[in-house]
């Protein structure tokens, strides 16, 4: 029990985004940052006055400090702006740690269990075109067609993906990995416009399906990641009808509509006719420079919008599921949720 406290502590710290000077301060001279390093390396116990104020400085409920750990997660692909410090990268971490635990635990309690499937894990991607087929074989195999994707976060957890949404800096983009139970998860940035949300939600479904030649660098596979995306939101085939090649030009109108219609940026667009010999090297950097030329056109404010809904839903249905079937307490559930029993209570109405 003394080592479960001693991560728990340092890991509410890490989550909180405090050193260990920052800690003390926040508890008023309670405990010196010393202790609090005695605490987080099991050479020193808190009592139950200290187990208090940490929970309170923390903002965690003080059963935090006693929860063993079920989830590690492991091969993490981690995409971020250099901007972002590393303070705030090991606090993404721990939070989507605990999130997912408590997603876990949730499905333990309704007895359910994952068996994520990879309908492409034996195929070799070497380069653009054994992605494209790859692509094709999954679209197949999952019964998608070749037409727009209404909701990739829906997709994603018909699938057996654990997503999960985080209210977090700007500079981070998403990132995936596996449990230490083989169970395939998917972070995203809440906060980000829906074509780039399904668009990031789709590049790190390609780290957990694709299985790349070992010659490729960690570049290419990035760019093959890029592409996947782009592949999923208009396969090959439905984009060479789309944009029948070769363009010599494109209008912002024709743009428009393909980003209304299958929910993918005008950049991501342009990026996939390259990479189809749609259009020219020349004609694409021409798009390039004069998407840069305004931070308005970066962020594509004007150049419309996919009108649907991305946001993961299923943690809370099977709370919502749980409560209302007495599987769980109201306060279990709203533990689980990491919201106030009165939060949870309130948007929680039963019938």
């Not at 997912?100 to 990879?118: D, G, H, R």
Request: proline content about 3%; glycine content about 4%.
């Amino acid at each position: 029990m003394k080592e479960i406290i001693a991560k728990r502590i340092k890991s509410a710290r890490t989550l909180a985004g405090l050193s260990l000077r920052e800690l003390a301060d926040k508890m008023n001279g309670l405990v010196s940052h010393t202790a609090i390093t005695k605490y987080e390396s099991a050479a020193m116990m808190p009592d139950s006055t200290v187990l208090l104020a940490l929970a309170t400085a923390l903002n965690v409920k003080t059963d935090y400090f006693f929860r063993p750990y079920t989830v590690s997660i492991e091969n993490i692909e981690f995409r971020k702006k250099s901007k972002l410090p590393a303070k705030s990268v090991a606090a993404i971490k721990e939070e989507v740690t605990d999130r997912l635990a408590n997603y876990i635990e949730l499905e333990q309690f309704l007895n359910l269990s994952s068996a994520f499937v990879n309908p492409i894990q034996d195929r070799v991607i070497r380069d653009g075109d054994d992605l494209e087929e790859a692509v094709n074989h999954l679209l197949t195999v999952w019964k998608l067609g070749f037409n727009a994707l209404p909701n990739v976060i829906e997709l994603l957890e018909e699938k057996e993906v654990k997503v999960i949404e985080l209210d977090t800096d700007e500079a981070f983009d998403g990132l995936s990995g596996w449990t230490n139970d083989g169970i395939p998860i998917v972070v995203v940035n809440q906060h980000f416009p829906v074509e780039r949300k399904r668009f990031t939600a789709l590049h790190e479904l390609g780290h957990l399906v694709l299985q790349f030649d070992a010659a490729l660098e960690a570049k290419q596979k990035e760019k093959l990641c890029h592409r996947f995306a782009g592949a999923m939101l208009i396969p090959k085939e439905t984009f060479l009808k789309v944009l029948v090649p070769p363009r010599k030009s494109i209008s912002t109108a024709e743009l428009i509509t393909i980003k209304e219609t299958y929910g993918i940026s005008v950049q991501a667009i342009m990026a996939r006719a390259k990479a189809l010999d749609v259009v020219s090297d020349i004609l694409y950097l021409k798009f390039c420079k004069w998407i840069s030329q305004k931070e308005e056109r970066r962020k594509e404010a004007d150049l419309g919008e996919y009108i649907g809904r991305e946001h993961s839903s299923r943690f809370k249905q099977l709370l919502y599921r749980a409560t209302a079937e007495e599987v769980i307490s109201m306060s279990k559930a709203a533990n689980l949720a990491n919201q106030k029993l009165a939060t949870f209570r309130d948007e929680y109405i039963e019938i």
